[in-house]
């Protein structure tokens, strides 16, 4: 069906020459961009955008103050528009407010009137009435478990510098911060950390000299020869500096007036980045990335949906009524997810010879995990608020797709012991996969913009 589709549709999906390399199957898995994009741009995208708009789903309590673990602060950008602006108590919902454990049940409200709430001082209690069981698995579920398989270091909400931020009031955006602070950030990330040894230089890193008309095959040919976990690490990596860059290009700062800024797309900024001809072929393999990691993150959400369905399962803000209609859209996504065809199947990863593969497993844990604490090493406190965002639900879609048997043994009726997501932990992966459905979007409407031009 999807296919017959993008038959009739061959300018809005494929939209102008300069692009016509993004095409076809992706490495790695059976799935073709064509697919995908309608897929996402006339079914997901709709709703996805509408679910992230839900209370539920737009507060996010960060720590933006911790400290750079690798490398000596540079300081905070001096940039107006990096700043962030927490949101004020007064306008978070109850039942966020109220702590993780009761994230997911009405009941645990002990406030008959939530004008009164910011009064009642025992407002995280769970309501009296519960079985002493069921006070018991909501405990458990609060905990932080440190043996579980997180791929991400997460912030610690109970600390004083964390707060929570309204991220439809924060939007993702290019701020005007570049330069050595950011490319750093991106280069430890790429050097450090995607299982590559320093004398394979990655293609266009600005500290190699040009190598004459190897353009970077070389790199990927020895890309090709790794293994498919260290590949699939790098792809992801990539597509997510992918996905962040067209959300700069599509949100650029165009003009910076004395009363208010003026953000906007930047079809040169795009170009710059992703065109055939100014990155030697570069710009094309990034975009596929970006379509892998969009297929990863979805195949997370078909995964972790048995979690969510299970009727006690409510995203509890306090507003009965609006957590209705957000469960309810949030089953229409999965519906959606469940349709679509064509999965990455993540048995064909760590299914060698079980010790290798443990090991190859906690290696690649590892590296992803350092990855989110050089987030904290971002200047700018917007990009490092979206950048721990992106990069925490990426690490949560990693925990999910390696978690399958916990989730397969589920309990129907009461939370689960073996498998837990903090709201931390499901903001982050809704907002991060919405990133990247957004980017696939804004990728259609750049291409609209360059055969305009043409």
């Known amino acids: 069906m999807l296919r017959g589709i993008v038959l009739f549709l061959p300018f809005v999906v494929l939209g102008g020459g300069l692009y016509s390399e993004l095409t076809g199957v992706l490495d790695d898995c059976f799935c073709d961009v064509e697919s995908i994009d309608v897929f996402n741009n006339f079914k997901l995208y709709p709703r996805i955008k509408r679910?992230?708009?839900k209370d539920y789903f737009r507060?996010?309590?960060?720590?933006?103050?911790?400290?750079?673990?690798f490398w000596p602060d540079d300081g905070h950008c001096s940039i107006k528009d990096c700043h962030v602006e927490p949101c004020p108590e007064s306008k978070i919902p109850v039942g966020i407010k109220s702590g993780n454990y009761n994230k997911y049940s009405p009941a645990a409200d002990p406030t008959p009137d939530?004008?009164?709430c910011e009064q009642v001082k025992d407002l995280g209690a769970i309501n009296s009435t519960l079985s002493n069981q069921s006070k018991q698995a909501f405990a458990d579920w609060a905990r932080h478990d440190d043996a579980q398989d997180h791929f991400c270091e997460l912030d610690d909400e109970t600390s004083p510098d964390s707060e929570y931020v309204d991220l439809l009031l924060n939007p993702?955006?290019?701020?005007?911060?570049?330069?050595?602070?950011?490319?750093?950030v991106w280069n430890s990330i790429y050097e450090e950390n995607c299982f590559k040894p320093r004398s394979v230089y990655r293609p266009l890193n600005p500290l190699v000299p040009s190598r004459g008309d190897d353009d970077g095959e070389s790199f990927y040919t020895w890309l090709e020869g790794l293994c498919l976990e260290k590949r699939v690490f790098y792809r992801l990596i990539s597509g997510l500096h992918s996905s962040i860059n067209i959300h700069l290009c599509a949100q650029y700062l165009l003009d910076e007036g004395w009363d208010r800024s003026v953000?906007?797309?930047?079809?040169?900024?795009?170009?710059?980045?992703f065109d055939t001809a100014e990155t030697k072929?570069?710009?094309?393999?990034?975009?596929?990335?970006?379509?892998?990691?969009y297929l990863i993150e979805l195949r997370a959400l078909y995964k972790v949906a048995p979690y969510f369905e299970r009727a006690f399962v409510n995203l509890y803000t306090g507003n009965l009524q609006e957590d209705a209609a957000t469960k309810e859209l949030l089953l229409q996504v999965f519906g959606e997810i469940r349709a679509f065809p064509m999965h990455f199947d993540e048995?064909?990863?760590?299914?060698?010879?079980?010790?290798?593969a443990k090991i190859l497993k906690e290696e690649f844990r590892l590296h992803f995990k350092n990855i989110s604490r050089i987030m904290d090493c971002v200047g700018c406190s917007k990009c490092r608020l979206w950048g721990k965002l992106q990069t925490q639900g990426l690490g949560t879609a990693l925990k999910i797709l390696f978690s399958e048997k916990e989730i397969q043994n589920l309990p129907?009726?009461?939370?689960?012991?073996?498998?837990q997501l903090t709201r931390q932990e499901i903001v982050a992966l809704l907002n991060g996969f919405a990133r990247l459905s957004t980017s696939i979007h804004q990728l259609h409407v750049f291409r609209l913009m360059l055969k305009d031009n043409r």
């Open 412 to 419: 129907e009726h009461s939370p689960s012991q073996g498998f």
């Open 347 to 356: 048995r064909s990863m760590f299914a060698g010879h079980k010790i290798e």
């Open 114 to 116: 939530a004008a009164e």
């Open 263 to 273: 953000w906007g797309p930047n079809v040169q900024e795009f170009r710059q980045r």
């Open 51 to 53: 679910l992230t708009e």
């Open 281 to 293: 072929g570069e710009g094309t393999r990034r975009l596929k990335n970006l379509y892998f990691l």
């Open 59 to 69: 507060y996010y309590r960060v720590n933006l103050k911790r400290p750079c673990p």
């Open 172 to 184: 993702e955006r290019f701020t005007g911060y570049k330069g050595p602070s950011a490319w750093r």
